[in-house]
């Protein structure tokens, strides 16, 4: 990516006329949509999108390297990856997107960014079960309660948690087929839930492609805050997607994707080997580190 600076020369008044009139004929080419929705989406694109052009005064070359981005993002693009949600989410769109369709709602969970490794059909675990057998990490004991925005516990919420091994990869970036990092169990009676997994670091997004190349000329990092993911979902419940973040980690406030809320950031406490753990599991010589995330549920129809 080599967009050179534009030298912006005033714009006289015949030539902002032209360019107007171009906006609006174009803008009337989608007056005969019959969806009332696509019509207001198309509307407000193209305004945005001149706008946006005139604003920069785009040249052809740069439109032509525009073009070509988009391009090789199509191309990368396959039903392994998926480059476009990768810009998206480095754009800060995809929690836009997340914002204006999760408003908060009393004190309920905020939501924040999906990514690309969730699977479905993860194994389940029982309560206290380890997600991060297989995985290379310090366990790290996660606890919590589910409940309502009244304050009442949610029992049988599906948990799904999935998260990177300590080298930053997920399970479906390894070479073989297996299945690590990631479970669901569902929360007990009084909503509580526990489980092992390991302690998360910061690793970064894919960035071997167009969208890696973009971040790295704007001079920007593709790390992520370190963070364990979580999906839950209950009958008559609005499906939570979330992750928790590690207080004091540097990255908080430089996600590559912009997903680090303040009420997601957790302590996680450093465990000196030899340390009794909660389920007397017997760690040997290893350190571990525990956290707490109590999950509140927002109603489905809010
Ligand atoms: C992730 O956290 O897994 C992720 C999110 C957005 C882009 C790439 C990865
Ligand atoms: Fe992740």
Redesign the pocket.
Known sequence: MTVEQNTQAPVSAEQRVREEELVARVLASFDGTPNRRLKEIMHAAVRHLHAFMREVRLTEEEWKQGIDFLTAIGHITDDRRQEF??LS??LGV?MQTIAINNEAYADATEAT??????VDNSPEIGQGGDLAADVSGQPCWIEGTVRDTEGRPVPGARIEV?E?DEDGF?DVQYDDDRTAGRAHLFSADDGSYRFWGSTPVP?P??HDGPVGRMLEATGRSPL?AA?V?FMVSAPGFRTLVT?IFVRGDELLDSD??F?VKESLVKDFEEQPAGTPTPDGRDLGDRTWSRTRFDIVLAPADV
């Open positions: 949600i990768l989410d480095t995809s960014v999906f990514g690309p490794f969730f999935w990177a997920y690793y997004i894919p992520r963070h993911h992750h590559s994707v997903g």
